[in-house]
């Protein structure tokens, strides 16, 4: 079952920010708890709210953060997917699939036209993520120096 977040849920979620934060960026370390809070903290702050999916024995398995965000270049607000997590035993179970399909869903119920996401070039969420219909939009390119 998919339902939006309660405060204990949201407390067990944010006990959680800083491997899921660190594991959506390919890393072990690059984020703090105190960062990833920071960044929780601010979407939800900002009227993002979190939903989950609850198993049969009532344990959250995953949840998405969603919230709204706006295109600077064409001044367009758009529904934003800020986290997508699916706790690691319950994984290949279409849990992600799910959540992302309740998210999309709930943008059109509050009138959006759009939703996007933001995903690292290798994170293997990507896949599921096109899968779905999400295409991208642009590319963010570094060189170290």
Known sequence: MIRKATNQDVQFILSKAKEVANEAMLSKDAISQEQALQMALFTLEQKGYYLVYENKNRDIAGWV????????????????????????????LGIAKQLLQAAITESK????????????????????????????????????L
């Open 65 to 92: 953060l969603v919230g709204e965000n706006i295109d600077y270049i064409t001044n367009q607000t758009h529904a934003f997917i800020y986290e997508l997590y699916v706790l690691p035993k319950y994984r290949d």
């Open 109 to 144: 119920l509050y009138g959006f036209k759009e939703i996007r996401l933001n995903v690292f070039a290798n994170n293997f969420a990507k896949e599921i993520y096109n899968r779905i219909g999400f295409q991208d939009l642009q590319t963010i390119m570094y060189k170290k």
